[in-house]
């Protein structure tokens, strides 16, 4: 085992950097759609045909589409924020965009505990969504065996468990520059799922001979009820969609050749236009397949039985695409961590060294201890967490709640006005303040319902 210091060595021949001394970037416009597939067609996909059923054949395609141009939106203000403008240094991630650009203490300190709440909230939702997905693949196998009316009923928190146990080890992983053939595989897997989902969901329209389903939804007991249920799906689909809180940590991959906000805005388009696509054809054919009975979650909550080997393989599928999914949310609070650390406690060896570990027939690895500590007490916590709190349309809405107007809408817009010096009361400055308030509206509502929705199901 040798020991080294943990930073690269400049004068490495052999070892390209850009002007700003980190390595040099190599990822483009492939890369970043990559990135940002396995950040977004995540467990959001799979309740949009809940959604769906919730807001009705018009509303639910409607709002669907309209969270899609919002977060093209959104995320292009965002990415012309990448450099500052007087001086060309980059922002390397979200927090470092509002610090720079806006020069203010608490709003940096805001913007990253809301930051990270969002990526944790996140992870903790790809345990949740992972068990239930090894759930089903044993539920599929049961009801093939012993039929669709057998008890076939399995626990989550092993398989939570055994999910942490692979997170540790992908947690091995330095940084995203590392985590490009991460992404490649889980999109590959989430386009896998989705195609399996949706045909799934066409081919029971065709069993039933017509599309289920009704303008207005599921019925509800009460005008209330309704309503809860509405703002919930709502905050189903806010979460489906953002990427705001790691746009910048992605962008911070691109080679400055073209300019990166240039190959973001093309990389933020492709990966909406497929996700939009994806999301439509899942929630809509699910929803027609099944109506009223529409699950929460729709290859997990069991309106499909048969082909079992599809239904198993699809979740498989998912299980692997959430392996890099978690990563994805979890890489820039380690990496944040790991830069604290080095510069708090700059002189300490747990914090700065690092260990090579070379073992038979595995390449050599590179180990620092505080790393290892703190990766795998962040993965344990949100085992923790999710066992916890096991309620998945719910935990999806608040998470979609508190992601979405802070960091999505909020701070791009103020980091955009003040980044572009526009005046107040201009005609650009109006339309970014009511596209603003009229997100954080819809926020609300979302919080409202799904905090709702938790409380009942609690009761």
């Known amino acids: 085992m040798e020991v080294k210091n943990s930073l690269p060595s400049t004068t490495s021949a052999l070892v390209a950097y850009d002007e700003d001394g980190h390595v040099k970037r190599t990822g483009n ?8 597939i396995t950040a977004v067609i995540g467990s959001g996909v799979l309740s949009l045909a809940w959604s769906t059923a919730q807001l009705g054949w018009i509303g639910g395609p409607l709002v669907v589409l309209c969270f899609a141009i919002v ?3 959104s995320s292009s203000l965002l990415s012309d924020c990448y450099r500052t403008s007087d001086s060309g240094k980059r922002n390397y991630s979200y927090m470092d965009a509002v610090r720079v650009i806006l020069g203010s203490k608490r709003m940096t300190w805001l913007a990253g505990f809301l930051q990270f709440l969002t990526m944790y909230g996140s992870s903790c939702a790809y345990v949740l969504t992972t068990a239930n997905s090894l759930r089903a693949i044993l539920e599929a196998n049961c009801y093939h065996k012993e039929g669709h009316q057998a008890r076939c009923a399995y626990g989550g928190n092993i398989y939570m468990m055994m999910f942490g146990i692979v997170q540790i080890v992908m947690s091995f992983i330095p940084d995203l520059h590392n985590m490009v053939w991460v992404s490649v595989c889980a ?6 799922y989705s195609f399996i989902g949706l045909g799934l969901g066409l081919a029971k329209v065709i069993e039933n001979g017509r599309l289920m389903g009704s303008i207005t939804g599921i019925p509800a007991t009460n005008t209330a009820n309704k309503l809860w249920l509405v703002f919930q799906a709502l905050g189903d689909i806010a979460f489906a969609y953002p990427y705001a809180l790691i746009l910048l940590e992605i962008q911070d991959t691109l080679k400055s050749t073209p300019p990166e906000n240039q190959t973001m805005k093309k990389a933020s388009m ?13 929630g809509c054919l699910g929803y027609g397949a099944f109506g009223n009975v529409t699950p929460g979650n729709i290859l997990t909550g069991f309106g499909f039985y048969e082909p079992y080997w599809l239904v198993a393989f699809a979740n498989a599928c998912i299980i692997l695409h959430l392996v890099g999914g978690y990563q994805m949310y979890s890489q820039p609070i380690y990496t944040t961590a790991d830069r604290w650390c080095s510069r708090r406690f700059h002189e300490s060896d747990f914090a700065n060294k ?18 290892l500590c703190f990766r795998t007490v962040y993965v344990i916590s949100t085992i923790g967490i999710a066992i916890l709190f096991p309620y998945f349309n ?6 979609g709640a508190i992601n979405f107007w802070p960091l999505t809408i909020y701070f791009p817009v103020e980091i955009y006005l003040q980044q572009r010096q526009i005046g107040a009361w201009t005609k650009q400055w109006i339309l970014l303040r009511m596209f603003s308030f009229v997100c954080f509206t819809v926020t609300l509502v979302c919080l409202v319902g799904s905090i709702q929705g938790i409380i009942s199901q609690k009761l």
Do not use: E
């Open 187 to 192: 999109a590959v897997m989430s386009f896998t």
């Open 71 to 73: 977060i093209y939106v």
């Open 29 to 36: 416009l492939w890369s970043a759609v990559a990135h940002i």
């Open 394 to 399: 719910q935990v999806l809405g608040v998470l």
């Open 270 to 282: 492709v990966a909406i236009i497929v996700t939009t696509f994806f999301y439509l054809s899942c």
């Open 354 to 371: 690092i260990y090579k570990i070379k073992l038979p027939l595995i390449p050599g690895y590179d180990l620092n201890p505080f790393r």
